[in-house]
């Protein structure tokens, strides 16, 4: 009866991680698109000028939305923390999913002319509403419906589904690129993955709704319920946060760089062929996604403090000299073997910042301790990697933001090697013991 009982509670566990994870996929593909194909659609809204002003036009664009993040952080943490998880990820779906299809639907620059960018920025702010909200909300869920000696191997999903849906992006663009041609991609091909994004959103909703709320939330006393979510609750834990923002700040430089810069890099400056370029993406990102769940498993047993002292010292190290190599490089082999190299290394972050975060603050203010902080931080330099990086290119020393990548990695080692081992002061584990 026992063996039953402890099988069906793995199942609802699978269940409910699945469903929250698919969800958070369809999220970041949506985020992700935007991204993909700027290549194709940036000359459809800015015209004007060569095409790194209009890369660096929809960069500033995709800056824009990250600035959205911290209030999407706001007000759907509080959300999560008054009304529940699964309330705040329902919602968070249904907001990506209009600024995809208003994205899809949107008329290019010659048929309304400014209207059109101005449009793209509101579905951006949607977007980066929803996205917001989504990062704390689904770590924290995720965090919480893990099960004890686990939540590192299942918390990993977040980025496993996070960068999956980066995949997804790339593979429909794949498909896209070799069924479609370059003229017909600029022309009308890129708001393709737009609508697929919209209509998967909606699917997803379906599957958010059947999911179960985790037991911490459940169980709340309603002492913490009359503060739950608030900013005032937050500041009595000022430490966890600016922890967060600390441990943060190298990671998503450092991820967005190679997850997202690097592809208009190796166009844009190596030179090397679209298509060549989106395969490259495609196969270093699978080999990513396989990593995360074997670095949660590996936090699970030796902790998580080493693998972010790991990405802190060979973040700093290695990040400048594995762009200057690939600057050089003609073959897409090598610049494939750089990539993979960087995403190896950044895998000490990625795979464990959801549960180290969410092992920092109580149930009351989870998910707006873990997104409010990093929300902030991703708004200021991960969302703005991408353009301090043209913008260098286009005054023409470019290699100083490899520099500038490898600074920030340095500040957060700093942060690694002060802090504690989060595993083993777990505020999630410490609560469940005390409801027991």
């Known amino acids: 009866m026992a063996h039953t009982s402890e099988s069906t509670k793995t199942k609802r566990i699978t269940s409910n991680i699945f469903k929250g994870s698919i969800g958070n996929l369809i999220e970041w593909y949506d985020w992700y698109v935007y991204s993909a194909f700027a290549i194709y659609f940036s000359s459809q ?50 907001i990506m999913a209009s ?13 309304i002319g400014l209207l059109s960018p101005i449009i ?6 949607l977007q980066g509403i929803s996205l917001g909200g989504e990062y704390g909300t689904s770590a924290t869920y995720l965090s919480e419906m893990a099960s004890s000696g686990r939540r590192g191997f299942y918390s990993s999903f977040q980025y496993v589904t996070l960068v999956a849906g980066q995949m997804v992006a790339l593979g429909v663009q794949i498909i896209l690129q070799s069924t479609l041609s370059e003229a017909d991609m600029t022309s009308w091909g890129w708001r393709i993955p737009f609508v697929i994004g919209a209509l998967g959103a909606l699917s997803v909703l379906w599957l958010r709704r059947t999911m179960d709320e985790s037991e911490q939330f459940s169980k709340m006393d309603s002492k913490a319920r009359e503060n739950a979510g608030t900013i005032k609750a937050l500041l009595k834990h000022p430490k966890a946060v600016l922890t967060v923002i600390g441990l943060t700040l190298g990671g998503t430089v450092a991820f967005y760089t190679y997850t997202t810069y690097l592809q208009k890099f190796m166009v844009n400056s190596v030179g090397l062929d679209k298509g060549v370029v989106t395969w490259i993406n495609f196969i270093a990102l699978l080999i990513f996604v396989v990593l995360q769940p074997i670095a949660g498993m590996l936090s699970d047993r030796i902790g998580r403090r080493p693998l972010l002292i790991s990405f802190g010292i060979l973040g700093t190290l290695l990040t400048v000299p594995l762009f200057l190599m690939m ?35 109580p149930t009351e203010i989870r998910a707006l301790g873990v997104g409010l902080p990093y929300g902030l931080t991703v708004a200021i330099f991960g969302g703005t990697a991408e353009f301090i990086a043209l913008w260098f290119k286009s005054i023409g020393i470019e290699s100083l933001f490899f520099f500038y990548v490898s600074a920030c990695i340095a500040i957060s080692f700093i942060v690694y090697w ?19």
């Open 120 to 125: 793209l920025v509101f579905a951006r702010l």
């Open 418 to 436: 002060r802090m504690g081992e989060s595993s083993k002061s777990s505020r999630i584990e410490s609560e469940l013991e005390t409801k027991k």
């Open 45 to 94: 809204f800015f015209p004007e000028g060569d095409q790194t002003s209009q890369l660096l036009n929809t960069a500033a664009i995709f800056a824009v939305g990250f600035l959205m993040r911290p209030l999407g952080s706001l007000l759907m943490g509080r959300f999560a923390d008054r009304y529940g998880r699964r309330s705040a990820l329902s919602l968070s779906i249904t």
């Open 99 to 111: 600024g995809s299809l208003i994205i899809a639907c949107t008329p290019s620059y010659s048929s």
């Open 327 to 361: 600057k050089q490089t003609t073959s897409p082999v090598i610049a494939f073997i750089l990539m993979t190299i960087g995403l190896i290394i950044v895998t000490g972050y990625t795979s464990i910042n959801a549960i180290v975060k969410a092992e920092l603050f």
